[in-house]
Each structure stands twice: as structure tokens, then as C-alpha cells.
């Protein structure tokens, strides 16, 4: 287990906080050799000997495009960075789902296109995006959230079916509540209530953690899930049945 991705080369986007920092983390105790996006604004990262950290603002997506090519080619992406503003639908504006369509869906897009062409002539690639239960069931006061992380969905599901004969795979993970600084924001504005409900939320009553999410992105990179794709893993304590 400890060099199950000895010689494959990872991009995870927002790899420094939260899910993001646990995949990082998992993927190179476990050999992968991996480059991670960070905000330009966030504090300086030294990374690791296997892990890369690179500034990149995942709302420009020619820059987005253009870091995957440059830092490439990768056998294994990992779209999980996201952002989210909890408010009802009629408080956001155009500028408000502008920039939560650009990082959460369509930086998907453009990293999606700039690896695959590369995964392509190798026959080989493993495409993990994290999306949300939010894009399976709604978000009361995060439409614009959910209808990015439901595209994020469709979208997956379309790159499978695209490139099922070539030897990639492309999967969904869909989180509930986890534990993240994301997650500890929106509680920090919501107040405990909003924490208990979350944990009403799921069926096994608790948060996820990060290294769970991780967990799973690691499976469907790995070669136990050769025979998966197009596939949503909800990663959620039974969220997705709960109701």
C-alpha cells in the first residue's frame, strides 16, 4: 500500500487546507509525485518532497488551462477546490454566480481539458472531482452552489462516457458535512444551530473528517477501481438517505 502510486504524477486544485491538504497528503505517502494548487493570496507553502505547491487563481481559467499543461502531463486529477456563499437566491447577484460558476464548475473544465489529451495518447488517467450531496439534493440558501456542483456532476459523467475506451475513468465524490475550514465558516456566520443540523443531517449523526473524503479519492485512483466510472460516491454519513 505504502508505494500503490510509485511513478504516477497528481494535479489537485486547492491542496492546502481541508479535503484538498488530506488528498495531498495520502497520495504521497502512497508514492504519487503530485503539483497542488493554492490561492495566490494564501500563505507561502514549502510542500513537500513529492508534493509541488503552485499559486494559481482558479477563476482564470486560461492561466488554469496553461498550469496544467506546463506542470504536466498527469495519470491522476483531482478537482477539489470549491467555494461556496451561503445566502438565499434572491440576496446573490450576476458578479456572486459568476465567480462561484468559474471555480466550482468551470475550472473543472479547464483542467479537465487540458489534461486529458495527455492521459489520451498515454491510454491511462484517473479524473476524481469533488462535487457535493448539495449537487444530488439542493442547497437551501446555496442554489448557485449546488446548481455548479450538479453541473460538476453531469459534466463528470459526460468525460466517462467520452473516455471510457481510452483507460481513464472519471468519477464523482459527493461530500456532506465535513469537517473543513469551508464548512467551519459557514458556521461561524450560521451559529451552532446550523452545526447540529448538519449533524442531523446524516444518518451516523456526526462531521466527516477530511482524511475520509481522502480516502475514497484515493480508491477511485487507484487500480481496485479500474472497472469504475461515471460514477457518484457519496462520502456523507448516509446524508443521501437520511431524509
Given at each position: 500500500m505504502k508505494n500503490r502510486f510509485s511513478g504516477r504524477r497528481a494535479f489537485v486544485t486547492g491542496g492546502n487546507s481541508g479535503i484538498g491538504a488530506a488528498v495531498v497528503s495520502q497520495l504521497a505517502a502512497q508514492g504519487a509525485e503530485i503539483v497542488f494548487t493554492v490561492h495566490p493570496?494564501?500563505?507561502?507553502?514549502?510542500?513537500?518532497?513529492?508534493?509541488?505547491?503552485?499559486?494559481?487563481?482558479?477563476?482564470?481559467?486560461?492561466?488554469?488551462?496553461?498550469?496544467?499543461?506546463?506542470?504536466?502531463?498527469?495519470?491522476?486529477?483531482?478537482?477539489n477546490a470549491g467555494i461556496d456563499q451561503h445566502a438565499f437566491f434572491t440576496k446573490t447577484t450576476i458578479a456572486d454566480w459568476r465567480n462561484l460558476l468559474a471555480v466550482n464548475l468551470e475550472a473543472v473544465f479547464a483542467t479537465t481539458h487540458a489534461a486529458l489529451p495527455p492521459m489520451q495518447a498515454a491510454g491511462y488517467g484517473r479524473i476524481i472531482n469533488i462535487a457535493s450531496e448539495a449537487g444530488r439534493g439542493g442547497s437551501r440558501g446555496g442554489a448557485v452552489y449546488a446548481a455548479a456542483k450538479g453541473g460538476v456532476i453531469a459534466f463528470t459523467k459526460s468525460i466517462a462516457r467520452e473516455n471510457a475506451t481510452k483507460g481513464i475513468t472519471a468519477n464523482v465524490i459527493a461530500p456532506g458535512p465535513i469537517?473543513?475550514?469551508?464548512?467551519?465558516?459557514a458556521v461561524a456566520k450560521g451559529g451552532e444551530k446550523l452545526l447540529d443540523a448538519m449533524r442531523a443531517a446524516t444518518l451516523i449523526g456526526r462531521l466527516g473528517t477530511p482524511e475520509e473524503v481522502a480516502a475514497a479519492v484515493l480508491f477511485l485512483a487507484s487500480e481496485d477501481a479500474a472497472f469504475i466510472t461515471g460514477e457518484v460516491l457519496g462520502v456523507s454519513g448516509g446524508m443521501g438517505i437520511a431524509q
Open positions: 493570496d494564501s500563505a507561502p507553502l514549502s510542500g513537500q518532497a513529492a508534493a509541488r505547491p503552485i499559486p494559481l487563481n482558479l477563476a482564470d481559467l486560461a492561466a488554469t488551462q496553461a498550469a496544467v499543461t506546463a506542470h504536466g502531463p498527469f495519470d491522476i486529477l483531482v478537482n469537517d473543513t475550514p469551508m464548512l467551519r465558516q
